[in-house]
């Protein structure tokens, strides 16, 4: 299947800003959205998280879910999967996780450090990339991944 990717690069200068930008990125995001969210530690993972549940209706706490790797919020628009892969032991049998699962569900999925997957899985539809470039100021990479035969 051909795949189209799009590509678009914002620059925040606070949290704040990013916090905004997610809020307003996760009213985009539909049934199916696996979001794959790149960046080392600190790079503002999380606070985008943050603001895509905010985006999408949910107004509880988020936290990575650090030592339980996904936390599901129920009160959503739609339900909301965080996987935080970060503690993930080399070889870890994805199927016993259950990751398969969640980016199959009928939600939408975030995922904090993807690159601890063997593999990228094929269902990512947006991967994003936070770089730090100073200590207030990110700049995040937007791709988005369309499998259909016209991006949209
Ligand atoms: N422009 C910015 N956008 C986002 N966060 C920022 C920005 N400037 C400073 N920060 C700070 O960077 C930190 C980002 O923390 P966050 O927990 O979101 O990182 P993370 O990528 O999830 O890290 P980890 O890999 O440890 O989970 C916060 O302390 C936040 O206040
Ligand atoms: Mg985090």
């Known amino acids: 299947m051909t795949k189209f990717v799009k590509t678009i690069e914002i620059i925040t200068h606070s949290e704040k800003e990013t916090f905004e930008w997610a809020e307003n990125f996760g009213k985009s995001l539909k049934k ?4 794959a969210l790149y960046g080392t ?3 503002g993972k ?6 895509i549940c905010k985006g999408l ?3 509880g706490q988020v936290n990575s879910p650090t030592y339980t790797i996904v936390h599901e919020y129920p009160n959503a ?4 999967f965080h996987l935080d892969l970060y503690r993930l032991p080399p070889h870890a049998d994805l199927n016993e996780i259950g990751v398969d699962y969640y980016m199959s ?6 995922i904090e450090w993807p690159e601890r997957l063997e593999e990228e899985t094929a269902s990512i539809t947006h991967r994003l ?3 730090i470039i100073e200590e207030d100021s ?3 990479s937007v791709e988005t991944i369309s499998k259909a035969e016209n991006p949209s």
């Open 57 to 59: 209706g949910y107004s």
């Open 41 to 43: 530690l600190g790079a």
């Open 129 to 131: 990339n936070i770089e």
């Open 77 to 80: 628009e739609l339900p909301l």
């Open 32 to 35: 199916g959205s696996v979001v």
């Open 105 to 110: 569900s009928e939600g939408v999925t975030l």
């Open 46 to 51: 999380t606070v985008i998280c943050r603001g």
């Open 138 to 140: 990110r700049k995040i």
